[in-house]
């Protein structure tokens, strides 16, 4: 029988852990569902930011008589990728009704105003080409899986666009902290003397700054917006891979095969490149999933601060922010079910974390170095 190459043995101790398997499924179901985004989304309108403030604060599985109107300005059709990406503005107004007598050349409807309102009589004229269609040309059904928020905005929408914002912050972060981290990490372990001592000065300097107080002073000099908290959470991170990479270094550095390589010739980058980053891939990749999960808490905890993306995006931690004071009330829903996404893809990416940890047999001692 053949014997496994390394990357084949770290795959089969990772799959031995369940938990992390598990893990690893539900973070490729939501990185699925954020890709798609807007293709799948019930409200597909540009940040799923379509306003119904008669159905407002609406209980999950509601559904409601919509008059289905084209709008009277032109809007042009997307493409597929423009669509996943940006969302498709609206074709038509939905007004909320409880009844409808079709006319001539119009149609009376009972206009839904609120639960405790008595309905308004109102009559809309329609093309002579809808009425004959039927009233299933003009008359629709909705469903609010999850419910609409305190705007009358689908819930399961937002939730599904979040998930993309929390997503993307995270890994923007993950690599703007190893694109740092890794550099200076490898600089101050491998050359030592005053470089090690500046560079492991600065780190622990930061290093002992609280990362949100760090993230929301970087927000403060860059400006709100996606962006910039993009950067804020990335140049917050950097410090534990740098110590960690730093530490890596110092202790493979005076291994046999480095002097062999410096022996023949090879210049310093390559030794890093080729010889030393390689052989610490599976403590960075665990410092990394590690990190991803503490991007995604960060930019949720910034987004409910209001420094993170402003309004209308909807981001989770935006979401719960929006809906806090509802806890006490009968609509607590609004504010945990983004608390439970939150919760859901941190500890997926934890769960994967002690995979890897596992899988590439790294010992606890070792990663905080």
Do not use: C
Not at 14 to 21: L, M, T
Not at 156 to 162: A, E, H, P, V
């Amino acid at each position: 029988m053949a014997e496994l190459t390394p990357a084949q043995r770290t795959w089969k101790n990772f799959k031995r852990n369940k938990f992390a398997v598990a893990g690893m499924v539900f973070i490729i179901l939501s990185v699925v569902i954020a890709v798609l985004g807007y293709l799948i989304m019930p409200d597909s309108t540009p940040l799923a930011n379509n306003q119904t403030i008669q159905l407002s604060i609406k209980k999950p599985g509601s559904e409601f008589m919509m008059l289905h109107l084209k709008k009277t300005e032109r809007v042009d059709t997307v493409n597929v990728f423009s669509k996943m990406l940006f969302g498709q503005p609206a074709f038509y107004r939905d007004i909320p009704i409880t009844g409808y007598t079709p006319l001539k050349n119009a149609v009376q409807v009972s206009e839904y105003i609120g639960d405790e309102d008595k309905p308004e009589k109102k009559i809309y004229a329609l093309p002579a080409d809808v009425i004959a269609k039927g009233p299933s040309a003009y008359i629709t059904h909705k469903t609010f899986v999850l419910g609409t928020d305190v705007y009358g905005r689908d819930m399961l929408s937002r939730l599904i666009l979040g998930a993309r914002i929390s997503l993307s912050v995270g890994l923007m972060a993950v690599i703007i902290s190893l694109l740092i981290g890794i550099t200076i990490g490898a600089i101050a372990g491998y050359f030592g003397g005053w470089i090690d001592a500046a560079l492991s000065w600065l780190m622990n300097i930061l290093w002992a700054l609280p990362a949100l107080l760090l993230v929301i002073a970087i927000s403060f000099a860059l400006g709100k917006g996606l962006w910039q908290i993009f950067i804020a959470v990335g140049l917050s991170m950097w410090v534990e891979v740098a110590r960690l990479v730093r530490g890596q270094v110092l202790s493979i550095k005076q291994t046999e095969y480095i002097e062999a390589a410096r022996s023949l010739g090879y210049n310093n980058r390559r030794i890093i490149h080729r010889h030393i980053l390689p052989n610490i891939a599976g403590p960075i990749l665990v410092m990394a999933s590690s990190n991803f999960a503490s991007a995604i808490l960060l930019e949720a905890g910034l987004s409910f601060l209001g420094f993170g993306a402003q309004p209308p995006m909807p981001t989770w931690g935006s979401m719960i922010k929006e809906h806090y004071g509802y806890v006490i009330m009968d609509s607590a829903y609004l504010s945990i079910i983004p608390g439970l996404a939150i919760m859901l893809i941190v500890y997926a990416f934890n769960l994967v974390t002690v995979g890897l940890r596992d899988a590439f047999d790294i010992k606890s001692q070792n990663t905080l170095i």
